[in-house]
């Protein structure tokens, strides 16, 4: 198995994967363009493993392991000479990915995995100029990567059966529950489902059914309640294969079927509302920091983590 890791960009998504591998006592490298990318990086790990030593799911001991497993490096040919698994999280542009890929290929190990996190961007379209497309995957993690179990696993035609097995395996070693795609779509399996639910929600608000809080207490009081552990056709299956049919013939065509983003939805981006981040979206946000809400956020998720655990 994997001696060694590599993540290609500290953000939002490569930090997290990195820790991930240190929590599992995988020396991985952390390698971004600036040291005070890295810094900021260093700075967010830190306390994502405070938060789970406070909440009990990590030792003291286990952290500062963790800790002691990352290097952190601005020099790519370092970042990836000895690594096995290479793990790009660098922003959407193709272009950019292909750029890195070209360098990885000549300075990698002939044998290591490049798994990148790309949301949108096909897996065979990513191995396109690649000298050697067999070794080119999708493993697509969830924000917060440190905290969601999920990972999309994708490959392409040309990827060998062997980097297929092995990333799934080092998935699994580093704690995730990876599935893997038969085929490839876009937006893979859960983003798909996500946004089918999310333009019925703005569906239903523009339409004045109810409340954004009433609409949003009705998923995490009802199919979100039920959805940490049971899901959509397993749910079919539980109700009754004969009560869903008619469920779907009758409300498919009640169904938004709309092809983009409400109208009202452009007048807030517009007029730069946009969610918590700018303290106006559809709600409202009080005067609360980003790095608290997100400290919050984690704090439920870390509880939910537990209870899944058990
Ligand atoms: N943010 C999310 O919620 C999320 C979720 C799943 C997947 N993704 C995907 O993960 C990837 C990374 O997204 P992110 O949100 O972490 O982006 P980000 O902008 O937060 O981080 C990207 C990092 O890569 C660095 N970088 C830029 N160019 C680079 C290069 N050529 N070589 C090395 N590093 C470079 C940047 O300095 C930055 O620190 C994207 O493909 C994105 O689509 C993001």
Same mark, same amino acid.
């Given at each position: 198995?994997?001696?060694?890791?590599?993540?290609?960009?500290?953000?939002?998504?490569?930090?997290?994967?990195?820790?991930?591998?240190?929590?599992?006592?995988?020396?991985?490298?952390?390698? @971004?363009?600036?040291? !005070?990318? &890295?810094?900021?990086?260093?700075?967010?790990?830190?306390? !994502?493993?405070?938060?789970?030593?406070?909440?009990?799911?990590?030792?003291?001991?286990?952290?500062?392991?963790?800790?002691?497993?990352?290097?952190?490096?601005?020099?790519?040919?370092?970042?990836?000479?000895?690594?096995?698994?290479?793990?790009?999280?660098?922003? $959407?542009?193709?272009?950019?990915?292909?750029?890195?890929?070209?360098?990885?290929?000549?300075?990698?190990?002939?044998?290591?995995?490049?798994?990148?996190?790309?949301?949108?961007?096909?897996? %065979?379209?990513?191995?396109?100029?690649?000298?050697?497309?067999?070794?080119?995957?999708?493993?697509?993690?969830?924000?917060?990567?440190?905290?969601?179990?999920?990972?999309?696993?994708?490959?392409?035609?040309?990827?060998? $059966?062997?980097?297929?097995?092995?990333?799934?395996?080092?998935?699994?070693?580093?704690?995730?529950?990876?599935?893997?795609?038969?085929?490839?779509?876009?937006?893979?399996?859960?983003?798909? &489902?996500?946004?089918?639910?999310?333009?019925?929600?703005?569906?239903?608000?523009? /339409?004045?059914?109810?409340?954004?809080?009433?609409? @949003?207490?009705?998923?995490?009081?009802?199919?979100?309640?039920?959805?940490?552990?049971?899901?959509?056709?397993?749910?079919?299956?539980?109700?009754?294969? @004969?009560?869903?049919?008619?469920?779907? @013939? !009758?409300?498919?065509?009640?169904? %938004?079927? %709309?092809?983009?983003?409400? /109208?009202?939805?452009?007048?807030?981006?517009?007029?730069?509302?946009?969610?918590?981040?700018?303290?106006?979206?559809?709600? $409202?946000?009080?005067?609360?920091?980003?790095?608290?809400?997100?400290? $919050?956020?984690?704090?439920?998720?870390?509880?939910?983590?537990?209870?899944?655990?058990?």
């Amino acid at each position: 198995m994997i001696q060694q890791a590599a993540v290609i960009g500290a953000g939002v998504m490569g930090h997290g994967i990195a820790q991930l591998y240190a929590q599992a006592g995988i020396p991985v490298f952390l390698y @971004d363009l600036e040291e !005070n990318y &890295l810094e900021k990086a260093r700075k967010a790990i830190k306390a !994502n493993l405070i938060l789970q030593v406070q909440r009990g799911v990590l030792t003291e001991v286990e952290s500062e392991r963790a800790v002691a497993c990352i290097t952190y490096t601005t020099d790519l040919e370092e970042a990836v000479r000895t690594a096995d698994f290479v793990t790009e999280a660098i922003p $959407e542009v193709i272009e950019w990915k292909w750029e890195l890929y070209e360098k990885l290929e000549s300075c990698m190990k002939p044998t290591a995995v490049i798994a990148s996190n790309t949301s949108t961007i096909p897996v %065979s379209r990513l191995a396109e100029k690649m000298s050697t497309p067999e070794r080119m995957m999708i493993t697509h993690f969830f924000n917060p990567a440190q905290l969601v179990p999920l990972v999309e696993v994708v490959r392409h035609e040309r990827t060998e $059966e062997k980097i297929v097995q092995t990333t799934m395996e080092v998935m699994r070693m580093i704690g995730k529950s990876p599935v893997l795609l038969k085929k490839e779509v876009p937006g893979f399996i859960a983003n798909r &489902l996500q946004a089918a639910v999310v333009r019925e929600a703005l569906h239903l608000l523009e /339409e004045g059914v109810a409340e954004a809080k009433d609409i @949003d207490l009705a998923v995490t009081e009802g199919p979100g309640f039920r959805w940490a552990f049971i899901g959509p056709i397993e749910t079919a299956d539980f109700g009754g294969l @004969d009560t869903w049919k008619r469920v779907v @013939d !009758n409300l498919a065509p009640e169904l %938004s079927q %709309s092809r983009q983003a409400p /109208e009202f939805l452009n007048t807030l981006v517009d007029a730069g509302h946009l969610g918590a981040k700018s303290g106006q979206g559809i709600y $409202e946000y009080e005067e609360i920091s980003v790095s608290e809400k997100i400290k $919050e956020r984690d704090d439920k998720f870390i509880e939910l983590l537990k209870v899944k655990q058990r």
